[in-house]
């Protein structure tokens, strides 16, 4: 397609987060592997996916399932070997395509060498490579919280100072105002680049640098007691320095030395800041500072439409948009919204302009799974009994067959398997065309041959409390998307003439009928038409 090549692989391409601990095990104990993984590419080949994003698989001792680092250049045994990783990354490049990995510069594990060191004794010449403070009249040096819960101090009583870790106490935080530990991490950027990684996505990218005088956050006027701990504080100098923008910048050049890698940012930050990552002017920052409106807002008409339009008017220049519904840390979409508005969200998310997201299982409709209390594994949800902010419910084994453990494992899974597995895994929805699978499918292959869905121009035409309608466009190819946010009826008259067919419709059996003039759609409803 040739107007589709003067643009990269990931702005035309569609990204798959694989959770590796749940997406497939291939050596029977009970945990996802890089194994599993090359024996599923064809699955995601076959889906039409073009990059694939795998979450840590780097030694780690699991504190937090793999986001503690304790080898940067390593591959845990619990996911395999080196050749292992290497047999995934030829396979992945075989299929024609990308692999991004996971890379987590804003803290280490404890048990990384580097902290070993640091905390060894005060003069070790690691020491300035994590934050030290000492006390501040017996307490911790500020207010801090961790996310996780409780403070976001340590006390080392070896060394008599205190340790700042914005997660776990388990995952310090890297002091990168220090250019040694600027200079080691760019090391292990090049070390997975020169494999031929196609790029990361980099963890917590906005909370990398904290303010040099570690001043006190302000109280969240907004906290209520159902949020989490971490919310009491507003995390003004804890995150979102200024000087982070230089880090990325530093990491953006690396990886331009190299060529079309990618650098996706997770960052939650309001629109106005989130933009910014993009870099200012020749200062580049992340290709693809990860938009997640999608998750965090209400499933409201209005407030949805209002935020795309927000966020295509504050793109600088030259700032590619994308989009996602979920990852490993929010609750599902189908459980978020119901299984029927998912394909609308499915509608929504590859119809608009920007390179698209899918996290694992969302494809096949899966949902949170509830995990009784004794069974709880995320440090998240240990950490802080009471409120329920356990991440478990949307990291379940992915649902492949109706065989036992779903066709995961052979063995007992990690985490529990939805018991709603045998109605609703890949083998059995493969062969239902009406299927939220084959729905996922069809949109997808659609979207990656039309360049108007892929590169075209978005144009907002409608919203009202229950719908939006908008228009993708690219020279005389011309899309109209009108999605039903609700449960009921609504109706649509365009300003312009309509004319068109429906190419793919929440509801297969309509795919192929045409429109004329007003439009109608029934409950959890959505249509991509093409206007003739
Ligand atoms: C964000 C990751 O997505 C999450 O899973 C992890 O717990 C934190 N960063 C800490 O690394």
Redesign the pocket.
């Known amino acids: 397609m040739e107007q589709a090549a003067q643009h990269l692989w990931w702005q035309t391409g569609i990204i798959y987060q694989v959770y590796p601990r749940s997406f497939q095990d291939s050596n029977g104990d009970g945990v996802g592997d890089l194994k599993g993984i090359t024996q599923r590419l064809d699955y995601l080949k076959w889906l039409g996916i073009t990059a694939v994003w795998v979450?840590p698989v780097y030694p780690s001792p699991m504190a937090?399932?793999g986001?503690?680092i304790s080898d940067y250049k390593g591959i845990h045994p619990l996911f395999g070997g080196m050749e292992d990783f290497d047999e995934l990354l030829h396979e992945v490049h075989q299929r024609g395509m990308k692999l991004i990995l996971?890379l987590?510069p804003?803290?280490s594990s404890d048990e990384h060498p580097w902290f070993l060191e640091s905390r060894s004794s005060r003069s070790n010449p690691k020491r300035d490579w994590y934050i030290w403070e000492d006390a501040k009249d017996g307490h911790p040096p500020n207010n801090w919280l961790s996310?996780?819960g409780g403070p976001a101090w340590e006390w080392d009583e070896h060394t008599g100072q205190y340790y700042y870790h914005?997660?776990?106490t388990k995952?310090p935080d890297l002091n990168w105002r220090n250019p040694e530990v600027q200079k080691a991490m760019f090391d292990v950027m090049r070390f997975w680049l020169d494999k031929g990684v196609d790029g990361f996505r980099v963890?917590?990218m906005w909370h990398m640098i904290k303010d040099a005088q570690l001043r006190d956050n302000p109280h969240n006027p907004e906290f209520r007691e159902h949020m989490p701990d971490y919310s009491k504080l507003l995390p003004v100098y804890s995150t979102d320095q200024p000087e982070v923008h230089t880090i990325v910048q530093q990491m953006r050049g690396l990886l331009d030395a190299y060529d079309e890698r990618v650098m996706i940012g997770?960052i939650y930050l309001p629109i106005e800041q989130l933009v910014v990552y993009y870099g200012i002017g020749d200062n580049k920052g992340a290709h693809l500072p990860f938009n997640f409106q999608l998750i965090s807002l209400p499933w409201d008409a209005q407030q949805i439409s209002s935020a795309i339009d927000a966020y295509e008017g504050a793109l600088p220049a030259n700032g590619w948009p994308n989009w996602v519904l979920g990852?490993?840390?929010q609750s599902r979409i189908a459980s978020r919204i119901g299984l029927q508005q998912a394909r609308v969200a499915a509608l929504l998310l590859l119809t608009l302009r920007g390179t698209p997201t899918l996290y694992y299982g969302d494809e096949i409709g899966m949902q949170d799974v509830p995990i009784p209390l004794d069974e709880v594994q995320d440090?998240?949800g240990l950490n802080m009994p009471g409120k329920y902010l356990s991440?478990d419910p949307e990291r379940t084994p992915m649902q492949w067959d109706n065989s036992q453990h779903a066709g995961f494992s052979t063995a007992k899974p990690w985490l529990r398997v939805s018991r709603n597995f045998q109605g609703q895994n890949v083998n059995l929805l493969q062969q239902d065309e009406s299927s939220i699978l084959n729905f996922y499918r069809r949109l997808i292959h659609f979207r990656q041959e039309h360049p108007a869905l892929m590169i075209g121009s978005y144009k907002p035409l409608y919203t009202d409390q229950k719908m939006i309608a908008y228009l993708r466009e690219y020279q005389e190819q011309r899309f109209l998307i009108v999605l039903n946010l609700s449960h009921g009826v609504c109706y649509f008259e365009p300003q312009m003439p309509v004319h068109g067919k429906i190419e793919i419709s929440t509801h297969a059996e309509l795919e192929g009928s045409f429109v004329k003039g007003a439009i109608s759609l029934g409950g959890d409803e959505g249509i991509l038409v093409r206007l003739h």
Do not use: K
């Open positions: 979450s937090d399932f986001y503690d996971d987590v804003n803290h996310v996780f914005a997660f776990l995952q963890d917590v997770e990852n490993h840390d440090p998240q991440r």
